[in-house]
């Protein structure tokens, strides 16, 4: 059902475990590069609570990264979970001209994907 990465930095003594989801999974590899894609985890690995909280989305978070020639403010979003310190789920990644902000109904549909997965993380 998921795709899962691992990445280990060098100077992190550490490994997250990166799951994503089949629609991020598409989304990235339409939209960003490898590189880019990289440079999204070691943030997440240096911070996972880096990317804004989400009200009503059930602990989602939103981090933005820069697209190729621009810079963060016009590239893209990811939006994932933070399970714990050593899990994150990829959820949903969009051009930031594309789309500005979550609509209700997105949060709500977003909120419920966070609860199952939470509920499937928990049974592990």
Not at 4 to 20: D, G, Q, W
Not at 74 to 101: H, M
Request: charged content about 30%; overall charge negative.
């Amino acid at each position: 059902m998921y795709s899962y990465v691992e990445i280990e930095e060098l100077e992190i003594n550490s490994a997250i475990e990166f799951i994503e989801t089949p629609l991020f999974e598409s989304l990235r590899k339409e939209l960003i590069s490898d590189d880019e894609y990289r440079a999204l985890q070691s943030e997440i690995i240096v911070s996972p609570d880096i990317g804004q909280l989400i009200v009503g989305t059930g602990g989602l978070r939103k981090i933005r990264l820069a697209g190729s020639g621009s810079g963060k403010s016009g590239g893209y979003r990811s939006i994932y979970l933070l399970i714990n310190p050593d899990t994150v789920y990829f959820l949903l990644l969009y051009k930031k001209g594309k789309k500005d902000t979550l609509t209700d109904k997105e949060k709500k549909v977003l909120k419920q994907i966070s609860q199952s997965i939470k509920r499937e993380h928990d049974h592990e």
